[in-house]
């Protein structure tokens, strides 16, 4: 990985290691979260921002080996997710987001607003040393079924969160002169 960071920041700031460490993970073993490691889990995902603090959102857990075979078969057969102890579906209620910001409520800010919830919670198991994965491919209809969605909820993410069984090769990043910019006058 080539990362342009000074080594002693990540040592010193281990919220910062966390952003670096954290990779995705498809291939799980399936000894069950400690119930502590669950509730911090459900706790990053709640604690996360939201515009005018709406918490436009439900997080639902999963642990059911069915619902968790269900759920890979709504995400086009991502079958990796099954031996994962918990699954998390992160869901969006635009209408929470309309009610105050209107259209750009229900279009960005919800989306927003879960995808941050999504990431401290990815934080949040790469801190406590699981591995997690953010599965966006899905079939929205599919997924609400699955979960018994309330009509109008949208599905944002499914996030398998386990003990890494392995990982397969880090990714890159594209070079920061294509999407860096400083700006000055
Ligand atoms: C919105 C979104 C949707 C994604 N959907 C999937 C998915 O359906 N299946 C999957 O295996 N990975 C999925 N990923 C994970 C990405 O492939 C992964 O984050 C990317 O390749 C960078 O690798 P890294 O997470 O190891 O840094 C998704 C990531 C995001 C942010």
Redesign the pocket.
Known sequence: MTLAINEELLQQYPALKMIFE?????SFRSDPLPEDHLKALIESLRWAPSAGNRQPWRFYIVTSEQKKRDLADA??G?S?IIPAPVVFAVVAVPEESYDRYGDRGRRLFCIQDT?AA?ENL?LAATALGYGS??????DDSAVSQVLSLPSGHQP???IPVGRPAG??R??E?RPSSETVFMVDD
């Open positions: 954290r990779r995705s993970c498809r995400a086009f991502q990796f995808a999504v990815m994965c953010w599965i966006g491919a899905f944002v993410a499914i990982y397969g880090r990714t990043r």
